[in-house]
């Protein structure tokens, strides 16, 4: 029988990292207003949208600081979904060099679906949240560098089935056996009850201590769940991005929300995010990440 041992430092955490670390919230509130704008058409993937959002994602990776793999920041990939073609989709991928060359890969989908009926689906939860989340985050951590590297994506035909996130680990900056987590951010910005979710523990239970020293603050608190297979549609495992570095045996944590009524509706605009709730999610998901940076130690498995 395989167990896990979890290091024996793992609870004994730096004095003050749960704490609460300033965020950049005026920068978080513009890019996801920006990126949920009419302007954006709805971000379909192959659309003039999508590629105003790929310009404004690389403007904002550069003004961050953040390093390209080669000349670039794109990523480009053949996406097919059905009948439809999409020849030049595109991640967007960014990263800063830790000192050690062990990454952890930020992920956050910035298409949505576009236009239906003359009504543009602007997915400000879903998911200019996550991708303005993960550019603060990468914000953060370009002023106070790493300990790990820390690759941010964001990635491309999410809504036409994960296609961005396969076209990364198909073609990954670095190697597979460099990437000790997937940190994927997929909708923070709507709940009326304060409740953030991190699912993935049940197929890792080795990260649920870490989680849990993540502190709640005064608009947001950190739920473990929705990770399980019973649970039918209530289990995310294949829901996001982090699906497919699931199916390669990378370890996530998917941050989230649980459906909510403007959920792929027209209506989930940059009006209806909960601004406070959406500050509080990301700071979350931030501390969480600074306390795996800092306090990761590898775990051992034997066989009994």
Known sequence: MK????????LCFLPGLAQ?????????FQDIQALSADSMEGRRSGTIGNRKAQQYLESRFKSIGLKPFGNSYRQHFRLQHKQEVVEQAANIIGYIPGKTDKAIVVTAHYDHLGQR??????GADDNASGVSALLAV???FQRQKPEHTLIFAALDGEELGLQGASAFLNNPPVALSKILLNVNLDMLSINNKGELYA????HNPWLAPYLQQVEPLANAKLMLGHDQPEQGQHDWTNQSDHYQFYKRQIPFVYFGVEDHPHYHKATDTFAQINRPFYADATTLVLNFLQLFDQSYKPASNYTD
């Open 3 to 10: 167990v896990l041992i979890l290091p024996f430092l793992l």
């Open 20 to 28: 609460r670390i300033d965020l950049d919230t005026i920068q978080l």
């Open 117 to 122: 009926n003359g009504n543009i689906f602007n």
């Open 138 to 140: 990468a914000a953060y």
């Open 199 to 202: 699912s993935g523990t049940y």
